[in-house]
């Protein structure tokens, strides 16, 4: 990912922001240098069409203690014109390849249990469910605001590094 492509891609999050399973942020950060700081170098893939971009995976930290240096937390986000089109398999495949490069062993994602199609995607690509939270947080916005949502815990362990 470029800078350049920020617009796009804040955008795409802005899409899936609007579905309400997706995400507890109301909104993406308004500027790049702000939400780039928050991923972990090198790991902002995006896919393209025509120099347009459809979608885009990032890893973050899960926190900053060194034991968990090899632990990440997904995020994935496709265009809405482009979901169903194989787009989040590539981008899952492509970052699954990109994590081990950068010495990660452990991926985790958390999602809403309605978010079918990231369920699916995930579970096709090695990850299991490890736990389930419940009310762990309140929406803010859209079609669920004032609720308490549960999230599903998903991880997935590396065949390659840290075993």
Known sequence: MQQADWPAVSEIYVEGIETGVATFEPS???FWEE??????????????????????????????RCV???VAEVSIYV???????????????????RSEELGFWTLQSQM????RATVDLHLSHGFRQVGLREKIGKMTYGPYAGQWRDTLFFERRSVVVGI
């Open 28 to 30: 993406p950060p308004r």
């Open 35 to 64: 939400w780039i700081e928050r991923r972990v170098s090198n790991s902002v893939l995006v896919s393209e069409t025509n120099q347009t971009v459809t979608g885009w995976v990032a890893l973050s930290p899960v926190t900053s």
């Open 79 to 97: 265009a809405k014109s482009q979901r169903g089109k194989g787009v989040g398999r590539a981008l899952m495949s492509a970052l699954v390849v």
């Open 68 to 70: 968990y240096a090899g």
């Open 112 to 115: 809403f249990a309605d978010n």
